[in-house]
T-cell receptor, first 117, second 116 residues
């Protein structure tokens, strides 16, 4: 079974600074996807960034970027120029790629990100 | 685009009764829908996967007879919690995926269930 581990229950960062959230995962599959989701107090899950395992290039989305280390099974999220609106729970998630798309997500336990003004 | 709704957003029911939660894809056809459960300040756990017109596939440890899932159309899936008990109180989130829309799953806003 796949597992996703987020070892930082809570992180705090000053506004405008950079913060990195850690995630490791365990799988025997070679084809899969990794995601970072944001869950604000509204509890609506918001996709932050996605990484395909077959891509060596790290994904970036504006202020958000990942460091994907496939051999180490590590998938960290870097948030640059942190903003107050970034405060939320962040979940790392894994999805196997069986080809049919009917695979659910396996989530880590989450990291609560606090932005200090 | 890619909007998923859930109804109701919050429901309170008495122990022993059944409650139905709806998940709708509003602007796309959802070939697959997923149901997750989230305890307070905890992660999301996949409960089951349903494909339109097929029986749902439940994750290990999830009681099929307690959590009935129906995916009768390409835009609607329902989760019925039967004979609810206080320990079933939780936040239930659905997500939907379209075969035409790539790898993403689109999440609904969730339903808070409180069983008294």
């Amino acid at each position: 079974a796949q597992t996703v581990t987020q070892s930082q229950p809570e992180m705090s960062v000053q506004e405008a600074e950079t913060v990195t959230l850690s995630c490791t995962y365990d799988t025997s599959e070679s084809d899969y996807y990794l995601f970072w989701y944001k869950q604000p107090p509204s509890r609506q899950m918001i996709l932050v960034i996605r990484q395909e395992a077959y891509k060596q290039q790290n994904a970036t989305e504006n202020r958000f970027s990942v460091n994907f280390q496939k051999a180490a099974k590590s998938f960290s999220l870097k948030i640059s120029d942190s903003q107050l609106g970034d405060a939320a729970m962040y979940f790392c998630a894994y999805r196997m790629d069986s080809g049919g798309g009917a695979d659910g997500l396996t989530f880590g336990k989450g990291t609560h990100l606090i932005i200090q003004p | 685009g890619a909007v998923v709704s859930q109804h109701p957003s919050w429901v309170i029911c008495k122990s022993g009764t059944s409650v139905k939660i709806e998940c709708r894809s509003l602007d796309f056809q959802a070939t697959t829908m997923f149901w997750y459960r989230q305890f307070p300040k905890k992660s999301l756990m996949l409960m089951a996967t349903s494909n339109e017109g097929s029986k749902a596939t439940y994750e290990q440890g999830v009681e099929k007879d307690k959590f009935l899932i129906n995916h009768a159309s390409l835009t609607l899936s329902t989760l019925t919690v039967t004979s609810a008990h206080p320990e079933d109180s939780s936040f239930y989130i659905c997500s939907a995926r379209s075969r035409l829309a790539g790898v993403e799953q689109y999440f609904g806003p969730g339903t808070r269930l409180t069983v008294t």
